[in-house]
């Protein structure tokens, strides 16, 4: 535990210590908990229990572990850094190819997943809310047509701009030759 100076020096503990420590700001205090085996001690040594007293610091030493986690040993880029939010590009995550059985050229909806981390949840327990969306994503190159134009045009395939409810449904189902039944 360190004596909290400013926002400079949390930020550069917290990139110096990334590897090894998670770093948090508790009232007037830098909490620096190390993760890594061997790490050294930073600051003078506390002991955070389940009492009242820390009960605002473990939230955020669980957000943090997590987003260490994601971002240093599972090499996630996170799309939103609170709450932590980050998009499953791993082969076979292609909500698309799972759907169809196969994939489409530069078209991709990967699952977007958001871990919230809450002191108290339903039943006054601790823990983490892990929310799951689909992410719509177009690979580069894109030929987009005049600006005069009523469709953009992708992948050589007419696409209604998405102007209206269900539209992006519908874009999809045209860029994968699927017919809706009526």
């Not at 977007?112 to 799951?132: H, K, M, N, T």
Request: some cysteine; hydrophobic content about 35%; charged content about 30%.
């Amino acid at each position: 535990m360190l004596p909290y100076e400013s926002a400079g020096h949390l930020g550069e503990l917290r990139s110096r210590l990334r590897e090894s420590h998670v770093v948090v700001r508790d009232r007037h205090d830098v909490v620096c908990v190390p993760l890594a085996q061997g790490a050294e001690q930073i600051g003078e040594r506390r002991v955070i229990a389940s009492t009242a007293g820390d009960v605002l610091l473990q939230p955020r030493l669980l957000e943090e572990c997590l987003r260490r986690i994601l971002t240093v040993e599972w090499k996630y880029l996170l799309r939103r850094e609170y709450p932590v939010r980050f998009v499953s590009r791993l082969a076979g995550k292609d909500l698309v190819e799972q759907a169809l059985g196969r994939g489409i050229d530069r078209l991709h909806v990967y699952p977007e997943y958001s871990l919230d981390v809450r002191r108290a949840g339903p039943r006054e327990y601790p823990g983490v809310v892990i929310g799951r969306k689909a992410r719509y994503e177009i690979d580069l190159p894109v030929d987009v047509g005049g600006s005069q134009s009523r469709s953009l045009q992708l992948a050589g395939c007419g696409v209604e701009r998405l102007a209206r409810p269900g539209a992006r449904t519908e874009a999809v189902r045209a860029l994968a030759g699927v017919r809706r039944s009526r």
